[in-house]
T-cell receptor, first 118, second 111 residues
Framework: DAGVIQSPRHEVTEMGQEVTLRCKPISGHDYLFWYRQTMMQGLELLVYFNNKAVMDDSGMPKDRFSAKMPNASFSTLKIQPSEPRDSAVYFC????????????????FGPGTRLTVT | GQQVMQIPQYQHVQEGEDFTTYCNSSTTLSNIQWYKQRPGGHPVFLIQLVKSGEVKKQKRLTFQFGEAKKNSSLHITATQTTDVGTYFCAGRTSGTYKYIFGTGTRLKVLA
């Protein structure tokens, strides 16, 4: 398997523009997570899905961020309008529930999208 | 809300020295995971601990889960330059499948 795929790898945009980040999880995984990483805040969970349904989006600024998972193999994180404080590395991760040997939810992270908003 | 703190924030060691990072949660955890992130890379899963007082070893790495399931530690024996990176713990509470990541400990190993 190719692992979690994210695109683009780098994005530079101007304040006020719309940004769309994309993620393809590992086939068969039923959980998908979006994280944001900055030096100041560390790794923050923005939203996570289970079987395409949003389970928790309490970490996501609702006024400008939206996340969708239209099918099991694709998810998007959209920022509109973007602001300089959104500059960060955005990671997508996927996992699956494995009961054998005890429940495991190890997350497989994608390479990340480095977003710079000027 | 739930918070997970790690200490120290940074650690510089000479190659061959030992290293320990500590993770403390404000709430009782169902389980805890550890990840390693190399500079410029993404977090990579290392291990999961589930039971109170559990100890697991992976070669030179020893992981512990506290008796109260609110703290954990990672100890590396005889560090090598390949151990460089940031180590994160991530805790999950019951009733949810989301993990709260700790603040991370950045390890530098001087050859």
């Amino acid at each position: 398997d190719a692992g979690v795929i994210q695109s683009p790898r780098h994005e530079v945009t101007e304040m006020g523009q719309e940004v769309t980040l994309r993620c393809k999880p590992i086939s068969g995984h039923d959980y998908l997570f979006w994280y944001r990483q900055t030096m100041m805040q560390g790794l923050e969970l923005l939203v996570y899905f289970n079987n395409k349904a949003v389970m928790d989006d309490s970490g996501m600024p609702k006024d400008r961020f939206s996340a969708k998972m239209p099918n099991a193999s694709f998810s998007t994180l959209k920022i509109q309008p973007s602001e300089p404080r959104d500059s960060a590395v955005y990671f997508c991760a996927s996992s699956f529930q494995s009961i054998a040997g005890g429940a495991r939810y190890e997350q497989y992270f994608g390479p990340g999208t480095r977003l710079t908003v000027t | 809300g739930q918070q997970v703190m790690q200490i120290p924030q940074y650690q510089h060691v000479q190659e061959g020295e030992d290293f320990t990072t500590y993770c403390n949660s404000s709430t009782t955890l169902s389980n805890i995971q550890w990840y390693k992130q190399r500079p410029g890379g993404h977090p990579v899963f290392l291990i999961q601990l589930v039971k109170s007082g559990e100890v697991k070893k992976q070669k030179r790495l020893t992981f512990q889960f506290g008796e109260a399931k609110k703290n954990s530690s990672l100890h590396i024996t005889a560090t090598q330059t390949t151990d460089v990176g940031t180590y994160f713990c991530a805790g999950r509470t019951s009733g949810t499948y989301k993990y709260i990541f700790g603040t991370g400990t950045r390890l530098k190993v001087l050859a």
